[in-house]
């Protein structure tokens, strides 16, 4: 996805016109320090659109063929020293000086103290509130007060007091996870331990060629190699004639799949694994669930023909799916997030659903949605 920054041009705090998430102010509802900082309330500074110009001009003024999606104001997102008249603006994260000259950090940008999850087009995905519509990866929200209903991502929650630093199936990390870089699941984890360099110049690419899994910038998702196809409000709508298309494969090499990507800590490699032959079989019987399988085209899965968001499929094909509200039994494959969220949801371990009382509980059966028959 690429950063328009038209659409995020930051309204000034002093008017009522701000769009009330970028006005957060995230309590301190968790031991390591979630950053303060969010208090992303911009303004638009005049001392800083000097310098801020300047460096726009150094960097496009170059003539046409420097490509890039972004425009709009520098002094958004960046600060030259981090000081304003001496101190720091009320609309920048408190704990700076960060990376890359920025305002805040990836906690402090990404997450409200509202129940909004889009702001100024920034995807939210830690709400302090109840958030209202989850965006597809899921909202850290439900981890604060349940350490089984997602990852444990430092700058938001302390290390799982369960599964510790282990992620099931794999081994064990020798830090906690981070949003990118060497322990995170976003950019390239071959920089080193820091949030920024695994994803630098991601913001800023132009993705509008298609997302090719080339550079971090060019991953779906900025999840470094896997490819997709992203939707533009990251599914904010939950409707099935437009959300994201995942990159599915029949079989468990193929590295640009969003379940190779999960497979990447929780096992790839290895009978414990849980996404490998040894840990998952080949074919019926299985003995852990199957990922990066067709659905079959007989049976009970050959009714899963309408696409839901209950229990999504990905396609061999992303780019070129046909019709998006359709599901075809025979080619579409089954995904770890046919099941689970990524950041964290509602339910006991990620799930889409709340399988863990189920049927008891009388709650949506996701597993029906592909056996069809078991309900
Ligand atoms: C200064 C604010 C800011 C900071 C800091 C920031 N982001 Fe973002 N991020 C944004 C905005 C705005 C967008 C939306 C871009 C768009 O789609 O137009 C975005 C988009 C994203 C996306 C979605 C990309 C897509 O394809 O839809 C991911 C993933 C992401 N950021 C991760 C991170 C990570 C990881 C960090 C820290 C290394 C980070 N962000 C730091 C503002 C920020
Ligand atoms: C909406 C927020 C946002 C705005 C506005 C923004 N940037 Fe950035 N920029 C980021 C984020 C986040 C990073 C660090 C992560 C990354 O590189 O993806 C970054 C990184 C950078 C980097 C280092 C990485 C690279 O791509 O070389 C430069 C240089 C940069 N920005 C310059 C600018 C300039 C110049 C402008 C104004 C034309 C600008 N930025 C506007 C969010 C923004
Ligand atoms: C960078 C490594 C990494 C990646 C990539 C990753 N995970 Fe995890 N995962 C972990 C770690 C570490 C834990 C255990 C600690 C925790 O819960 O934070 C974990 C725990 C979990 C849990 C159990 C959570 C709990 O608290 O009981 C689930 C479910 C899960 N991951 C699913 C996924 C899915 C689905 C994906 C792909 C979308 C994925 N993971 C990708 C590292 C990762
Ligand atoms: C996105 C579709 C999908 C969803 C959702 C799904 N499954 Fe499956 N499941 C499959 C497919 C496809 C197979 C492999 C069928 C085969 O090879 O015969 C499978 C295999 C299985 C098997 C093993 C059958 C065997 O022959 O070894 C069990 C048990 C199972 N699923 C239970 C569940 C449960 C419980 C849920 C909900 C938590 C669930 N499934 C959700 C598609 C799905
Ligand atoms: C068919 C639905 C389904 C699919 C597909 C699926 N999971 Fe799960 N997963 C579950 C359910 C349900 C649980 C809860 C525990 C249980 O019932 O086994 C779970 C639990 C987990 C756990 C926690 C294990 C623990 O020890 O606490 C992790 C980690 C996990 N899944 C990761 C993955 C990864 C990675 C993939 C893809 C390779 C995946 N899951 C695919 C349904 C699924």
Avoid at 158 to 170: N, R, V
Wanted: aromatic share 8%; proline share 4%; glycine share 12%.
């Amino acid at each position: 996805m690429t950063l328009n920054l038209n659409t995020i041009k930051f309204i000034d705090a002093g008017t009522k016109a701000f769009i009330s998430g970028y006005d957060t102010n995230i309590s301190d509802t968790e031991e390591t320090g979630l950053n303060k900082c969010s208090t992303i309330r911009h303004r638009l500074l005049p001392l800083y659109l000097i310098p801020c110009l300047l460096f726009t001009l150094a960097l496009f003024s170059v003539p046409s063929t420097a490509v890039s999606s972004v425009t709009g104001d520098c002094s958004n997102c960046h600060t030259m020293h981090y000081s304003q008249n001496g101190t720091q603006s009320s609309g920048w994260g408190g704990s700076g000086p960060y990376d890359a000259l920025l305002t805040n950090d990836c906690v402090g940008c990404h997450s409200s103290t509202t129940a909004v999850t889009i702001i100024n087009n920034t995807p939210i995905i830690y709400n302090t509130t109840s958030p209202t519509s989850i965006l597809a990866g899921g909202n850290f929200y439900y981890a604060i007060a349940d350490d089984s209903t997602g990852h444990n991502v430092s700058g938001i929650k302390a290390q799982d007091s369960t599964l510790g630093l282990t992620p099931p199936g794999g081994s064990a990390m020798s830090s906690q996870l981070t949003c990118a870089g060497e322990f995170g699941c976003h950019g390239d984890r071959s920089t080193g331990n820091n949030n920024i360099v695994g994803v630098t110049g991601a913001h800023h690419t132009d993705d509008s060629g298609g997302i090719t899994g080339g550079t971090v910038g060019l991953s779906y998702r900025f999840l470094n190699g896997i490819t997709g196809k992203e939707d533009t409000d990251w599914e904010q709508d939950n409707i099935n004639t437009s959300h994201n298309e995942y990159q599915g494969a029949t079989n468990f090499s193929t590295v640009s799949t969003i379940s190779y990507l999960c497979g990447q800590c929780h096992g790839n490699s290895g009978s414990g694994g849980f996404h490998n032959s040894l840990g998952v079989g080949s074919a019926s019987p299985w003995l852990r669930h199957p990922t990066d399988i067709a659905l079959k085209s007989t049976g009970e899965y050959a009714n899963y023909t309408t696409y839901s968001l209950v229990a999504p499929v990905a396609r061999p094909d992303p780019d070129n799916v046909i019709n998006t509200a359709a599901v075809t039994p025979g080619t579409d494959i089954v995904i770890c997030i046919s099941c689970h969220r990524s950041h964290a949801s509602p339910y006991y371990k990620l799930l889409r659903w709340d399988f863990k009382g189920w049927p008891g509980n009388a709650a949506t059966n996701g597993c029906n949605v592909c056996h069809t028959s078991k309900n």
